[in-house]
């Protein structure tokens, strides 16, 4: 069976990546005893590195299953419990003065009650910041960062919503139990026990880019904001939410972590228990289905309609800010896990759905064509990149800069300078355009008309509308689901309190 999906995934994702404009494209597809890769496009443009599925990459939120592992390993231990407050695994009084009530199972699932903290961003030279030490600035602070705190980061626990800082609670009571810091933790007890020799996370005390075996090189994929066909390297940037964002890997990787989960599926004990694992894919609370079923959240894995039936599937969609998506899937039922990633964010769009990602589509194939079969023949599937969007005019390289800035140092609420002469350096055409309209300085200009009126979501929805309806229609053409100035990004800048 993986003989026959990975052909047809070898022939199909060059068109793949080229339809969907992303400079590179890994995926891992493994059963319980097998793992076969495949990868097309550049890992970076500017140096032409070959994207491999060994190629490392900020993995965003996949990394809130491997804090869900590392709890339920506690919870076997006899540390905590599902139930327990989760008040009674932190130190005393971190998270305030008479905290609602929450349990560890609340934060897992997303219903602790908290809002946005998406990423909690800083420029990748800046120190990290110890998670508890963290967690406790963020509850001092009472907001959450976007937009300089335009929302609340406390509301009422119960309901569904998705918070990477919840997690970063959860992984700070992982830390505060075992009396070490989170990374080494899972470094050894999820990392190392799965075999995952190139996965790190970035809290400060490992490169990102290290690798297991001292004779190995490991090279770090280059991730692109794109607008169109035009793509400009992103900034590297580290997140103090580490437990919930912070975790670097490879395709390849984090398939061997799915893998062993898939034994563990079918009854062999491996990071943890199956009844671990099972109470990690039990339906909580519904969630918003993007996948195009409905879909519901467990303890940090998001899962399908368990009414699918043989087709049901559990797993994670990831991204960092601003040019990795991945997608991970495993199919219990059918024996497959698959993962793959691509190292473009469409500025645009501000979300790339599963459906319409390469990576997302790559997770998706491989599920279908493993029960299904592949097809017999895929037409018309060369390489060549498609031109997917508008040359750049030095008009509209502003324009690129002005939401690239808009997007840190608003959305995001960096507060460090983008490096963005270097990052204009670096900008590359995928559909073979004539570069001559390209104005890296206009690019600049553009950042540092953000960065002057960031993080205020008024000023920037104003600085918005000020580049007119040449600029809505420019981002149409960039793929945006509609002729707008997506400036602010209205889910995280209108208070909801």
């Known amino acids: ?9 070898d022939t199909v994702l060059p068109r793949l990546a080229a339809v969907t404009g992303t400079p590179g494209v890994a995926v891992a597809v493994a059963t319980s005893t097998e793992l076969r890769t495949a990868a097309t496009g550049f890992a970076d443009l500017a140096a032409g ?3 491999t599925a060994a190629t490392v990459a900020p993995a965003g939120s996949l990394t809130k299953p491997v804090t869900g592992l590392a709890f339920l390993q506690l919870v076997e231990a006899g540390m905590a419990g599902l139930d327990t407050p989760v008040d009674e695994v932190l130190p005393a009084g971190l998270r305030g003065r008479d905290p609602a009530p929450v349990t560890t199972a609340m934060l897992a699932a997303h219903q ?3 809002y946005g903290d998406i990423v909690t961003a800083t420029a990748h030279a800046a120190p990290a910041e110890p998670v508890l030490d963290f967690v406790r600035r963020r509850h001092e602070t009472g907001r959450a960062v976007e937009y300089g705190g335009a929302l609340p980061l406390v509301t009422t626990p119960g309901p569904y919503s998705y918070s990477s800082f919840g997690v970063g609670v959860l992984g700070g ?3 505060h139990l075992t009396g070490e810091p989170y990374g080494a933790r899972v470094h050894r007890d999820v990392f190392a026990a799965a075999g995952m020799a190139d996965t790190s996370i970035d ?7 290290a690798t297991g075996a001292p004779d190995r090189t490991t090279a770090g994929a280059t991730g692109y904001m794109a607008f169109g066909d035009w793509c400009l390297p992103s900034p590297s940037l580290r997140t103090s939410a580490y437990p919930g964002v912070g975790m670097y890997t ?18 062999d ?21 993007p996948h195009g079923v409905r879909s519901f959240s467990g303890l940090t894995l998001e899962l399908a309609d368990p009414e699918l039936g043989e087709d049901w599937w559990w797993g994670h969609t990831a991204a960092f800010p601003w040019g990795f998506w991945w997608e991970a899937r495993v199919w219990p039922h059918r024996d497959l896990a698959a993962v793959a990633v691509g190292n473009r964010w469409d500025m645009a769009r501000f979300h790339n759905p599963a459906t319409r990602s390469a990576p997302g589509l790559a997770v998706e194939w491989a599920g279908r064509w493993a029960v299904a079969g592949s097809p017999g023949k895929l037409t018309d599937m060369d390489e060549r990149p498609r031109w997917t969007g508008p040359r750049p005019t030095p008009e509209s390289s502003r324009w690129m800069g002005v939401l690239a800035g808009e997007r840190t140092h608003g959305l995001l609420g960096v507060t460090d300078p983008m490096p963005a002469a270097t990052l204009a350096r670096g900008a590359r055409s995928l559909g073979g355009t004539d570069p001559g309209g390209w104005d890296p300085e206009a690019f600049v200009r553009g950042v540092e008309q953000a960065r002057a009126v960031a ?3 008024d000023a920037l929805g104003a600085l918005g509308r000020e580049l007119g309806p040449a600029a809505a229609l420019w981002m149409l053409e960039c793929g945006a689901s509609s002729a707008d100035v997506t400036m602010p990004v209205g889910a995280f800048a209108r208070s909801r309190h």
């Not at 809290?203 to 880019?209: F, H, K, N, Q, V």
């Not at 984090?254 to 898939?262: E, N, P």
């Not at 228990?273 to 519904?286: F, G, K, W």
Request: proline share 12%.
């Open 1 to 9: 069976m993986l003989d026959d999906v990975m052909a047809a995934l």
């Open 49 to 51: 590195t070959p994207m």
């Open 112 to 114: 602790g009650g908290y």
């Open 173 to 175: 009571a992982v830390e």
């Open 203 to 209: 809290d400060g005390t490992r490169s990102p880019w």
């Open 250 to 267: 490879s395709a390849a990787d984090f398939a061997r972590l799915l893998q062993s989960l898939l034994r563990t599926a079918a009854g």
């Open 269 to 289: 004990r491996g990071l943890v228990t199956p009844e671990s694992l099972a109470a990690m894919v039990t339906p909580r609370v519904p969630r918003p289905s």
């Open 455 to 457: 993080p205020d979501p």
